[in-house]
Each structure stands twice: as structure tokens, then as C-alpha cells.
């Protein structure tokens, strides 16, 4: 739970001095502190102190671990309900019980409706959350930022697809390097990252898209560090399902340029501080957003360079290009130009007239991945995607 410290709020109760183990709590929890004291507080036998002075209460009974863990659940149950008051409907993690707490002579778990996930979107959200804590243990911060001063200089995506776009009078793309999607299956099965990578980039791709999750897309970080190691001069979006700032520091190991941020998974704040971390790292943040409000929420951030339009509703997988249009209309739409920013086209773009579709809606560059990869040459692919050779001879 330390991926976001340097935004914390102290938790208001008893403090004091100690050297055992550490918590710490993620800004966009904090505000709910004042409000839940009363569902957090009982009676004190021992308490474990926070990284942010606070002090984590275990009743008689309780380990301190378990008290530790019971922390960390309430803390996530109220990071899903400062979500909830944005609009976001995926949890960060099951509304199960936490640790048993002793009562009396009894002990008991809290119960909650919900532990199913709702949809795939929070699925994986919640299979990412599990995935990353045990990353973290293994790689802790400071070994990562470590392994930054070998990690490969960071490139300008967004220059990359500025120039694409010059170039050509077309959106420029970038071409996903993609095995495999909940939705579709297995969309390749010799699948070469590499000679995938490089296709693409003979084809005329301004970047590349790697898919690094690895339960639902066959991804790998892996693969993203192969193609990076390959040569290919292309810039590299690492395509993760991102909840953790210590999620950035990694990608910039393995080699990323850009990483993605999906606006119906993070609160505000967690985009906000991201956004800081991914200019100090010289990582480019595309932003994801898919309605109205996640577009007007991330519109009102400072720092916003990049945002995609994912015309696929990631909670149904339910398909619809004319989002993107309905999005960049109006006031949105010269907020968009104004501040200078590149939109991108994501899902459901097959053919030229889908490209010319959302090009004249405004976007300056395109996120492809199924209709090109499935192809027996990814390269002949973009040229068919693009209804002409784009590459540069």
C-alpha cells in the first residue's frame, strides 16, 4: 500500500514512536478518514504505527499482523468509496471481510455482498491488485530505482505520432503487439513480439503498444524489454492495467516510454499524482477514458498531454466508434484544441473508412492491435488498415 506516499493525509488517532512494521495510505483514501473514524475504532490493547504517524489499533487477541491487515482492508474499502463518488464503478479489490477481529469470547469476519466481480474490467483489476503486492515484495522501490540508471533513455512518444501525422496527412498509429484478449481469445498463435515489433515498424508504425499482463492478454514485461533490446527505434507504450505508482518505476526498467492510465480504474488523485511520477520518470501518460464524465474528469487535471478514446466499454465489451465523435463535439472538443492536446483512437478500427471516421472527429493518432496482428504480414496489414502504403519506403 506504498505506492502513492509521497500524498498522504494523516489518519487522525493515537500516535507514538515505534520501529515495528509500517503502513501507508493512498491519497485518494485519505479524505474519508474523518468521516469512518467511528467504523475503525475500538478498543486499544496495541497499535502499530503508519509511515504517516498514524497508528493501527489491534484488539485484544489480534496479532499484529492481522491488525495490519485490517488496516490495509479498510483502507481499500475506502479508496473503492472516494471511487464510487467519481463515477467509477470498478473496485480496486473484493469487498470481503477482513482479518478475524476478537470480540469478546467470539471471533468474527465481516461479510459483504460482493465478492464476485462484477465484469472482466474489475476481474482483472483485482487479480492486478494480488499480482502487484506480490511484485512489490520481491522488487521493493528501492531496488527499481536502482535499475533505472541502467534502464534505456525514454523516447518522445508523442513526438513519434506528431511526425507520423505530418508525414502522411493520417493519424499516427500505434500498432499493438497483442497475443491475446478476454473478448476474443487467442488472436495469434506463432506469436514472435519481436518480428511482430519489427513488422510494424517497417509497415510505417509511428509507436508500438505492448501488451504486458499476462493472465488475460499472454502479455509479458518480457516482451517488452525484447523488443526494446531488439533495436526497434519505434517508442513503446507499456499496455498494463496500472493501480500502483511502483507500476510506472517497473515499466521504465524494462524499457517503456509511455504507459497507460485507465480512467475508469483511478480516482483523480491517483491520475494526478501518476501523471507527476511519469514526467520525473520521462514516461508519457496516455490516459484512457470512454464517457463523459471519466472525459471531463481527466480534462480537469493539469499536466493531460495525451488522451485515448476507447470506443469499447471495458466493463461489457460492447463496441460503438461513434463514441469517439460524441466525445470531441462541442466544448470538449475545443477545450481539446485549445490546450494542444493528442487524441487517440482506440478499439474498433478495421478498415480505412474507420480511420477516416475518426480522423475527421479530431483524433491525431490511432491505437490498433486485432486487425493488424491477426494478419499472416502485420506490415501489409497497416497498409490495408490505412487503405494505402504509409511506411517510409
Known amino acids: 500500500m506504498e505506492g502513492l506516499a509521497s500524498l498522504r493525509v494523516p489518519f487522525q488517532t493515537t500516535q507514538f514512536h515505534s520501529s515495528r512494521p509500517r503502513t501507508s495510505i493512498l491519497p485518494s483514501q485519505a479524505i474519508f478518514f474523518h468521516k ?23 484488539t485484544p487477541g489480534e496479532s499484529v499482523t492481522e491488525a495490519l491487515k485490517t488496516k490495509e482492508w479498510e483502507v481499500g474499502m475506502f479508496q473503492n468509496e472516494v471511487a464510487a463518488s467519481q463515477g467509477i464503478r470498478i473496485r480496486r479489490r473484493p469487498p470481503s471481510g477482513p482479518p478475524l477481529h476478537y470480540v469478546g469470547p467470539f471471533q468474527f469476519r465481516l461479510q459483504n455482498e460482493g465478492n464476485t466481480p462484477r465484469n472482466i474490467l474489475e476481474e482483472i483489476v483485482w487479480n492486478k491488485d494480488t499480482e502487484v503486492s506480490h511484485l512489490k515484495e520481491r522488487k521493493p522501490l528501492g531496488v527499481l530505482k536502482k535499475a533505472l540508471e541502467n534502464a534505456p533513455p525514454a523516447r518522445d512518444f508523442i513526438g513519434a505520432l506528431k ?26 498463435e506463432d506469436f514472435d513480439p519481436v518480428e511482430i515489433a519489427k513488422a510494424y515498424e517497417k509497415g510505417g508504425a509511428a509507436c508500438l503498444s505492448v501488451l504486458t499482463d499476462e493472465k ?11 523488443i526494446r533490446m531488439a533495436g526497434i527505434k519505434c517508442p513503446l507504450l507499456c499496455k498494463e492495467f496500472i493501480i500502483d505508482a511502483w507500476q510506472l518505476y517497473y515499466a521504465r ?8 492510465l485507465i480512467a475508469a480504474v483511478l480516482p483523480d488523485l491517483d491520475i494526478k499524482y501518476m501523471i507527476k511520477i511519469c514526467k520525473l520518470l520521462g514516461l508519457t501518460a496516455l490516459v484512457e477514458v470512454h464517457d463523459e464524465r471519466e472525459f471531463d474528469r481527466v480534462l480537469a487535471i493539469e499536466g493531460i498531454e495525451l488522451i485515448g478514446i476507447n470506443n469499447r466499454n471495458l466493463e461489457t465489451f460492447e463496441l460503438d466508434i461513434s463514441i469517439t465523435k460524441k466525445l470531441l463535439e462541442g466544448e ?4 481539446i484544441r485549445e490546450r494542444g492536446i493528442t487524441m487517440v483512437g482506440e478499439s474498433g478500427l478495421f478498415t480505412p473508412d474507420d480511420i477516416a471516421y475518426v480522423k475527421e472527429a479530431g483524433v491525431k493518432a490511432i491505437l490498433v492491435g486485432e486487425s493488424i496482428v491477426k494478419q499472416n504480414d502485420p506490415g501489409k496489414g497497416i497498409s490495408n488498415l490505412f487503405g494505402k502504403d504509409i511506411s517510409l519506403g
Open 163 to 188: 511526425a507520423a501525422n505530418e508525414r502522411t496527412g493520417l493519424p499516427g498509429l500505434i500498432a499493438e503487439v497483442k497475443k491475446a484478449s478476454p473478448s476474443r481469445g487467442i488472436l495469434r
Open 253 to 260: 526498467t524494462k524499457g517503456a516510454d509511455a504507459v497507460l
Open 332 to 335: 470538449r472538443g475545443k477545450i
Open 36 to 58: 469512518r473514524s467511528s467504523f475503525s475504532s475500538f478498543s486499544a490493547s496495541a497499535q502499530v504505527e503508519s509511515n504517516d504517524g498514524s497508528a493501527t489499533v489491534a
Open 216 to 226: 488475460y492478454f499472454k502479455g509479458s514485461f518480457e516482451n517488452l524489454e525484447a
